[in-house]
């Protein structure tokens, strides 16, 4: 007859790792409360937007994020990092996303819009991205809401006010 123990499952402890490497890094988007740091890298021989938590020292797991069939850039990212706001690229045509770390889902802001778009910039609470879009023949901006119904990105603690 043999014994059988089981222990509660712990957080691993997870060593510091180096924020910059052989690889090359670019286009850096920090959140707005400093912790986290996301950027395109070439990191396992793949381009993907990476997220870094400058506070603990290691790359944080984005599920979802980056897909094999698109090109992901020009990360924002919203106050706690909790949302983050990109370029994706499949078959040519970018979109604005948004990735939602909480969900682990990306949403496609931008399906069906005419002209180009560029450079997205979440707003701190991530309910608005200002981007760059070529509809009317040049480069203009463009403030799009995401709503009233999303979950904000708020500090812990703080209460949220609604325009």
Known sequence: MGIVAACSPTTPYQEPVALNSRYTNEQPALSGNGQFLAFVSNRDSDRKIVMYDLEKKYFVDLPGLNRPS????????????????????DQGRPEIEVYDRATKRSEILTIGYR??????????????IVFETSR????????LDRGPN???DIAEGSRSFRR
Not at 115 to 128: A, E, K, L, M
């Open 70 to 89: 698109a090109i992901a850039e020009n990360p924002s990212l919203s106050r706690t990092g909790r949302y983050i706001a990109y370029i994706a690229s």
């Open 115 to 128: 002209g180009w778009v560029r450079n997205p910039s979440i707003s701190p609470d991530g309910r608005y």
């Open 136 to 143: 009317r023949g040049q480069w203009d901006v463009e403030v």
């Open 150 to 152: 999303i979950e904000l």
